[in-house]
């Protein structure tokens, strides 16, 4: 099965600097998605971010934009400009292609400080 | 506005007791799943199914069943609820594996 792993289990940030989530996963796969998801103290889950393993192109969603190394198996979040409204659990994820199931890391904690 | 509903936002059950929870979704969605999130774990997929009656397990399927009569609606079942299943239960739901995949608000169950 394939592993998630995020490393940080928490972090912290000053209001409108920027910060780097970490992840790192196993596959064997060569086609597959990753994602970033925020929970909020709502406990909603929320999309930020999508990545398709076969664009070489890192994606970016507006404040927020991926590092992904394929070759490392590496996939970071970066949120530039950080809000308050930043403050959540955020979970990496991968789904491999053509697969129905989903799995999660076990989550960073952000603050963002103001 | 399109979403799943999880029929309870927080439960509390006796060690023993057959327990089901609810998930609906509106969005004629193919794939839909249960997990369950614990501090430091994450979320870990417990069932999922990708069509009305399929099921297949996930990492945790042990102590849990699942039901799936109709294709808007996916329960999860308790056959003898225990402490350890104390936890935050999430269901989801999405068209196809490239899609996003749409979360509930999660039911928080107590097991006393």
């Known amino acids: 099965a394939q592993t998630v792993t995020q490393s940080q289990p928490e972090m912290s940030v000053q209001e409108a600097e920027t910060v780097t989530l970490s992840c790192t996963y196993d596959?064997?796969?060569?086609?597959?998605?990753l994602f970033w998801y925020k929970q909020p103290p709502s406990r909603q889950m929320i999309l930020v971010i999508r990545?398709?393993?076969?664009?070489?192109q890192n994606a970016t969603e507006n404040r927020f934009s991926v590092n992904f190394q394929k070759a490392a198996k590496s996939f970071s979040l970066k949120i530039s400009d950080s809000q308050l409204g930043d403050t959540a659990m955020y979970f990496c994820?991968?789904?491999?292609?053509?697969?129905?199931?989903?799995?999660f890391g076990a989550g960073t904690r952000l603050t963002v400080k103001p | 506005d399109v979403k799943v509903t999880q029929s309870s936002r927080y439960l509390v059950k006796r060690t023993g007791e057959k327990v089901f929870l609810e998930c609906v979704q509106d969005?004629?969605?193919?794939?839909m799943f249960w997990y369950r999130q614990d501090p430091g774990l994450g979320l870990r997929l417990i069932y999922f199914?990708?069509?009305?009656?399929?099921?297949e397990k996930g990492d945790i399927p042990e102590g849990y069943s699942v039901s799936r009569e109709k294709k808007e609606r996916f329960s999860l079942i308790l056959e003898s609820a225990s402490t350890n299943q104390t936890s935050m239960y999430l269901c989801?739901?999405?068209?196809?594996?490239?899609?996003?995949?749409?979360f509930g608000s999660g039911t928080q169950l107590s097991v006393l």
């Open positions: 199914s990708y069509d009305v009656k399929m099921k």
């Open positions: 989801a739901s999405s068209l196809q594996s490239r899609d996003k995949v749409r």
């Open positions: 994820a991968f789904r491999r292609n053509n697969n129905n199931d989903m799995r």
């Open positions: 990545q398709e393993a076969y664009k070489q």
């Open positions: 596959t064997s796969e060569s086609n597959y998605y």
């Open positions: 969005m004629d969605h193919e794939n």
